[in-house]
């Protein structure tokens, strides 16, 4: 066990020190522009606070697809939870019934 966590801390203090500039990445918040309107959250979480910038010069389309996946995401996503949330739940006091 000490050795495995030892090879994983170095894997990840090794890799993660490692800043891959080769590949492209875009993040944005599909379902929202502007997460929040309030100025201290965005001071507080600076990351998790930013607008969305598209390029809209360079992959104009980009925008409306990814709005869109991230409501089909959403769409299917959240029903499928729910069943979850009742399938555990239901096993839960079915175990407990059982004991």
């Not at 050795?3 to 020190?17: C, E, G, N, V």
């Not at 998790?48 to 769409?75: H, M, R, T």
Request: charge should be negative; include cysteine.
């Amino acid at each position: 066990m000490t050795i495995s966590l030892t090879f994983l801390s170095f894997f990840f203090l090794f890799f993660l020190s490692l800043l891959d500039t080769s590949k492209g990445s875009y993040y944005a918040n599909p379902l929202y522009d502007d997460v929040t309107d309030d100025e201290e959250l965005k001071k507080k979480f600076p990351t998790y606070c930013l607008s969305n910038v598209w390029p809209k010069e360079d992959l104009p389309q980009l925008e409306i697809a990814f709005k869109e996946l991230g409501k089909k995401v959403v769409e299917v996503a959240t029903p499928l939870a729910r069943l979850c949330d009742l399938y555990g739940t239901y096993n839960f006091f079915l175990k407990i019934s059982l004991i």
